[in-house]
């Protein structure tokens, strides 16, 4: 499985973005995707994460901001980022928890990071 992350930009402090993951490879079903992001000069942090039910949380300096959501069917997730501040500028994360079927059989759990995608928010 791969991820591809995308959407990541430049904004204005009270902007928006809208970040993508999509999810393409072999035969796999998705369970937990998350979002992270590792701000400069400090360590990655986990800033929402949804289950393959739909349920969500949040980091407490993005609630009511940023909005994940996924779509089944085209094996995509959604980091909704509303109300953007400088303190959001990172590169932003997405992973996924998945379970990989192989021809013969088997089935085995996994983990796939994506690529970064740079949001960067000016005052």
């Known amino acids: 499985v791969q991820l591809q992350a995308s959407g990541g930009g430049m904004a204005q402090t009270r902007g928006s973005l809208r970040l993508s993951c999509a999810a393409s490879?072999?035969?796999?079903?998705?369970?937990?995707i998350g979002w992270h992001r590792r701000r400069p000069g400090r360590q990655r942090e986990l800033v929402a994460d949804?289950?393959?039910?739909?349920?969500?949380t949040y980091a407490d300096s993005v609630k009511g901001r940023f909005t994940i959501s996924r779509d089944n069917a085209k094996n995509t997730a959604y980091l909704q980022m509303n109300n953007l501040n400088p303190e959001d500028t990172a590169v932003y994360y997405c992973?996924?928890?998945?379970?990989?079927?192989?021809?013969?059989?088997?089935?085995?759990?996994?983990?796939?990071w994506g690529q970064g995608t740079l949001v960067t928010v000016s005052s």
């Open positions: 992973n996924a928890d998945y379970w990989s079927y192989s021809d013969d059989g088997t089935v085995v759990a996994a983990r796939e």
């Open positions: 490879g072999g035969s796999f079903r998705l369970n937990n």
């Open positions: 949804i289950s393959s039910g739909g349920s969500a």
